[in-house]
């Protein structure tokens, strides 16, 4: 079982900037792509960047160029520093992470609890 652990969100104002962090751990016996998603008040979850273990990137077109998604290999962990951030970008993010137990090929996706995140003046 693979445990994520949100941590970062909070208030802030339109046009500032959070950085959320995610770190796996329990029974690991691989990391791969690992994601963070976000859903809004009355909306879908949906996508916002993730990365795969060599560091490949992709971002949903309403956060190129104000998010940057990276990782740690080390540490099982993701991180998410958003800048520029406005009303809209407001929602309960939730990292997720590709991940396999010691001595098994099957790939499960794994999920954080989720961590609020409000852009408002």
């Known amino acids: 079982q693979v445990h994520l652990v949100e941590s970062g969100g909070g208030l802030v104002q339109p046009g500032g900037s959070l950085r959320l962090s995610c770190a796996a751990s329990?029974?690991?016996?691989?990391?791969?792509?690992m994601g963070w998603y976000r859903q809004a008040p009355g909306k879908q979850r949906e996508l916002v960047a993730d990365?795969?273990?060599?560091?490949?990137?992709n971002y949903a077109d309403s956060v190129k160029g104000r998010f940057t998604i990276s990782r740690d290999n080390a540490k099982n962990a993701v991180y998410l520093q958003m800048n520029s951030l406005k009303p809209e970008d407001t929602a309960v993010y939730f990292c997720?992470?590709?991940?396999?137990?010691?001595?098994?090929?099957?790939?499960?996706?794994?999920w954080g609890q989720g961590t609020q995140v409000t852009v408002s003046s």
């Open positions: 990365i795969t273990k060599r560091g490949s990137t």
């Open positions: 997720n992470t590709e991940a396999r137990a010691p001595g098994d090929y099957s790939i499960v996706l794994y």
């Open positions: 329990g029974s690991i016996g691989g990391i791969y792509t």
